[in-house]
């Protein structure tokens, strides 16, 4: 009995997650033979600000970085 484990970063659509199912599903009944009702997925979404790489957070990694001129035109005058 296949058990696959997919961890992803962030979050997936109910159809995405159904579509990712399928395939894998569909990958090991062609590449192994297996029986598809035995083939078990369990897909985890895996918080970006619970998961890092290279000395930082995932969260921190993809934030947009604010520029100088950004910041002063956010600054209302006086």
Not at 30 to 46: H, S, T
């Amino acid at each position: 009995m296949p058990f696959v484990s997919i961890r992803i970063s962030g979050t997936a659509t109910h159809d995405q997650k159904a579509g990712i199912v399928a395939d894998v599903t569909r990958s090991l009944v062609d590449r192994l033979g297996k029986n598809p009702n035995a083939v078990q997925i369990v897909i985890e979404e895996v918080s970006t600000a619970n998961y890092g790489a290279g000395g930082i957070l995932i969260a921190d990694r993809d934030a947009p970085a604010i520029q100088p001129r950004e910041v002063a035109d956010a600054v209302p005058p006086r």
